[in-house]
């Protein structure tokens, strides 16, 4: 015991006190979020995930340079932080080292961490030229994330100073393990310090690292830095599939008072630990349609602004006073930031920490829209439409058949046997561009000898714009009728060329009683394609860029396929556009846009269309309908109708195969 | 023989077509027809309701009822109506009637049959009929529960009467007990546009991208003056600014569904054609025969507007100025 032991313990407990009380109270904010989250499934997979994903670095690392610059500062702090326990230890308890592990495994230990605290400072200038000259937008500039580069540096430097002043000071056997701090050594005996003073200078830089280490920990809880922790646990409770399905609300339930989320505490639990996780990098707010088109919707700020809502409304949670939690559309969130929203998940899939923006958003459209009637007024006519006649458009369902005409194509009721159901969608069916395309598959089906029928009249929407608006009972009764349709047949196998419908139809109808294999009709084909069933021979001498549906890719994970397609093309030339694949760009009509006015910003159409015109292809490939409308308005608007076209897969392979 | 209060509406100083429609339908009956005129400095306009059936105007003056407010008006005609002890309550299922009519129902305690297009008076009793899944099937609407019934019919659904001159109304002023207003109107902005709205007007010309320019759009207002019409736009020519969106015909602008309908340079995308498709006659004009407008046209024109629409200004021309 020395009087290091006597000061260390009490500003050691009164730190670690505060910082513990501090995420206490993050912790308690958490639990008191109404909805339920459950994310405690597969705890194998979750496990196995957090280790690819924390000390892998995965997720970090799909950006190469500030990934590496990452991974190095997380590994090199796990490392430094045995040191910094052993100097907490020690400190309390001179004879309490670590040296018990052994000679060598110790002079390897120290060997490690002397390298380890130079990557930190490479890393932390690494960072702070990025942060303060090269400036990416989405990072912007925070005093928060000053701070904590100045800490880590500090923390650093000191740990140098401390290890050059000891090397000089009493020159311990494990010396040679320390080349860096052996360097810096070199550089203080120029100072010609006795050996006293030396020693003493050791001490003073340990008290100053072990200082801003207690001073960091009570900093954490307050910053972004507290992702340390938050993200590893963001990482096991992340959702484990690529495809996603929005949370059904059981309207049978009596004693629900209110749908959707009106307040911060109406969403759940990983909600909060989604605010606590952000590390605000905007690698989200890079990759959003909304954002990049000036609308004012940025996904890191929607994130931070919803943590700013839940700790303004700490005291109000924490003493149970729920009626006077404030509303969580406020003056940042506003109705346009949430209408905004294409649901094309680039922000989720680009986020290194497993944040989920979208469900916030459609959590509060659902109370906008069931319990407020606040929504833009141009989906009234849809909602009206969907109720009537079981389409966003006003069209009668006996019009669903219309595009059959000369083409001798059955429905269920006149032939039940059939290898594969045909879900035609609401475009498909009614809209004359789109028609074309149906009528493509179609072809291509009785090419390849495939027995299918279509539902007709009987088809229903799928609900997909409803429920992304927001309008859950309307999606439940179109899922519920199309379901008892779809069963009432015994329908096992589902094809269609509408990413949406897909979605839908696979993912969501399970929660419903609808379970069915469901294939969108890129990867039909390319399987058709490959087994020798159709055989594109007529060259298509064009170059091709192919735009990615949200709710193919990142909804769904379906790349490769639309690709193989294309390829099957003779001499089709594919182009990629720098925005491909999972960094694709919606189109602008997911999420229920496609039925709204985009009234701010420039049109997300128009940008996408920029972007594929830039490749200089002279066909835009698609494999959704929403997206060939947006961008065939798109070339009608750059005035390239009449040079370059947008067609759909299936209309391309149909043409080339005789 | 019922008691029926109908409410007038006035716009600059001239009283609706919609409202004489309305005494007429109740005073044709038989009925005991009370007008109930809410306003500022409209002492005169009462004077017109006599020669068309009305027994009685109830002129409710106020400063606070110059300028239209939902609030006011419903106030004023609860606190005139609760002691009247009406049978029926009827007004025109304008932009206007939509608005107070639904509050007043509430005041009162009762239910409101809304946009009706038919009126049947059965003693102190309405049957009504409403359309219903947009136009496709028509509900018969009678009224449970004690009354006021109440009601809103659609303009131009049962015809004005004509007037005679030798009828003459009593009119008793009555106050507004208005109490405390919680809200004020400050003023009324017109909106720039002087000609009619899409959704007004029996016949609509529309313009897309095809007019190429905003200025293009002015041969389109010079056939529409010669018809009558409003001048409507694709989103296309919308998104192009050659029209503000308040004139934007189409699944996210204004649905249509006029007499006749001139579609003029507009290919027919999906998002217009559920704008206007069921417009009884559908006269399209466009250089692409391929065009999906053509699909739904009932006439269509291959060729160029702007040979085509000056031609046929002067034939309609022709037509009405023999």
Known sequence: MTWQTFLFIPIAMAAFGYSGYRFYILFKLMLSHRAR?????????????????????????RKKTPGIMHTTLLWAFLLITVGTVEQFATTIYPPANFEFIGREPYWFLMLVQDIATLGVLVAVAYFSYRRFIVRPEGLGRSLDGTLVLTFTGTLKIALFLMNGFLLLGQHPWYASAMPVSELVAAGLSVLHFSPEINASLATLFKWVHMLIVLVFACYIPHSKHRHILFSVANTFFKSLSHSKSMTPINFEDESVQQYGAAKINDLSWKDALDYYSCTECGRCQDMCPAYNTQKPLTPKMLIVDLRENLYRNRNQLMNGKLEEVSPVIDENITDDVIWSCTSCRACEIACPVFVEHTNKIYDIRRNLVMMESRFPGEVQTVFKNLETNGSPWAFSPEDRLKWTEGLSIKTMSEDPKIDILFWVGCAGA??????????????LLKKAEIRFAILGSEERCTGDAARRIGNEYLFQTLAKANIETLNRYQVKKIVTACPHCFNTLKNEYKDFGGNYEVIHHSEFIAQLIQEGKIKPTKALDASVTFHDSCYLGRWNNIYDEPRSVLEALPSARMVEMSQNRAESMCCGAGGGRMWMEEKLGKRINVTRTEQALGTN??????????????????????????KVRVMDLAELVDQSTP | MAKVFVIAEHRAGRLKTSTFELVGAAAGAGNETHVVLLGDGIGELAKELGPYGAKTVHLIQDPALKLYSAEAYSKALSALLKPAGPDIILASHTPTGRDFMPRLAARLGVGLASDCTQIGFNGTELKLRRPVYAGKATAEVEFMGPGPRMATIR???????????????????????????????????????????????????????????AENFKKLEDLADVLGAAVGASRAAVDAGFRPHRDQVGQTGKIVSPTLYIACGISGAIQHLAGMRTSKVIVAINTDAEAPIFQVADYGVVGDLFQVIPNLQEE?????EP
Do not use: H, W, Y
Request: with cysteine; net charge positive.
């Open chain 1, 617 to 642: 292809a002279e066909i835009i490939a698609s494999s959704c309908p929403f997206c060939i409308t947006m961008i065939k308005d798109g070339l009608t608007t750059k005035e390239m109708s009449d």
């Open chain 1, 430 to 443: 009614f809209d004359d561009r789109n028609r074309k395309v149906i009528r493509a598959f179609a072809s």
């Open chain 2, 155 to 213: 303009p131009n659904t049962v015809g004005v009467p004509a007037p005679d001159p030798a009828k003459t109304a009593e009119i008793v002023n009555a106050a507004a007990n208005l109490g405390t207003l919680k809200s004020k109107v400050l003023e009324v902005v017109k909106s720039s546009s002087s000609r009619p709205d899409v959704t007004e007007v029996p016949i609509v010309i529309s313009g897309g991208r095809g007019l190429k320019s």
């Open chain 2, 316 to 320: 309609l021309k022709k037509i009405k």
């Open chain 1, 37 to 61: 989250s459950g994310r405690t499934d597969q705890l194998g997979s979750r496990f196995k995930t957090s280790i690819i994903n924390v000390l892998g670095q995965k997720a970090v690392l």
